[in-house]
């Protein structure tokens, strides 16, 4: 179908020229035509096909990618054991217990710090698109560009507060870090807390209210499954007995977070 159309186009060219040559004023006339269609005929030449010897060598050959996969899959078959370092193993960084605490310590302090400043100075924010204005009083630039604004794309401003400042990015809170994956279904029944928080307690922060599964032996990879010891053979604690093994609980309890008054001198508020 392409080729007949450019057929088509090349042989309005030829009688175009035919009629048109003697007369040097139509020809100027449609030179600009010409011009126009001469560019077809110079797109004319269609890319071949290459033949299999001229086409340009993949980086890794296909064969080569086989035997490489045949020989991972044998390394996976040999009943080897595959040493894990933690906390692939399930055991915690004794050198991020400390640094995880003190994480922990100053998110509570910062906190505390911004509610008390923002308890001072004014917070705007709009309801519709979500823009933080802080001081008084707000902009006035029409800048609101997102469905449902107003047609003067003015931001219709609301009082604010720190969380409009201090956005929390929640995770799911996983009973056993190690274990299987929050499925679609299960996304409403897993607790969700700040991400900061559930890296801390990943860790080795223990709070009460959000338990974590603790390892005293690793686990280990033999030709290519882990075998978890502490699975097959569980210890006996009293304290985990009406926990789920994937971490749903029907006490659902909120993060409490220890927000000690701050003394701050009137001069140190702005």
């Keep these: 179908m392409f080729h007949r159309r450019v057929g088509n186009i090349l042989n309005f060219h030829k009688i175009i020229i035919q009629n048109f040559d003697t007369d040097s004023t139509c020809v100027k006339k449609s030179h600009h035509l010409c011009a126009l269609l001469s560019t077809v005929s110079s797109c004319l030449e269609l890319p071949m096909k290459l033949k299999k010897s001229e086409r340009k060598p993949m980086v890794t050959p296909v064969n080569e990618l086989k035997r490489i996969a045949r020989a991972e ?43 008390r400043v923002a308890a001072t100075i004014p917070i705007y924010s709009c309801s519709l698109c979500g823009e933080v204005h802080i001081g008084h ?52 029944q897993v607790d969700q807390i700040p991400a900061i928080v559930e890296l801390c307690v990943q860790a080795g922060v223990d709070i009460l209210e959000y338990p974590t599964r603790r390892r005293e032996f690793p686990i280990y990879r033999v030709a290519g499954r882990v ?37 701050l001198p009137c001069d140190d508020i702005r």
């Excluded at 040493?83 to 994480?103: C, D, M, R, S, T």
């Excluded at 007995?241 to 000690?260: N, Y």
Aim: proline share 6%.
């Design 137 to 188: 009083p707000p902009h006035k630039i029409k800048t609101c560009n997102v469905a449902g604004s107003q047609a003067s794309k003015e931001h219709v401003w609301g009082k604010g507060g720190m969380e409009h400042m201090l956005p929390v990015v929640k995770s799911f809170h996983l009973y056993d870090r190690l274990g299987r994956a929050v499925s679609h279904d299960e996304r409403l």
């Design 227 to 263: 075998i978890d010891f502490e699975r097959r053979f569980p210890k006996d604690d009293s304290s985990v007995k009406e926990i789920s093994g994937f971490g749903f609980w029907e006490d659902k309890k909120k993060l409490r977070v220890d927000k000690k008054p701050l003394k």
């Design 73 to 115: 899959k044998k390394e996976r078959l040999v009943v080897e054991e595959v040493k894990l370092n933690p906390p692939e193993n399930g055991l915690l960084v004794k050198e991020l217990v400390p640094v995880a605490h003190e994480v922990l310590a100053a998110r509570a302090d910062l906190f505390a710090c911004v509610s």
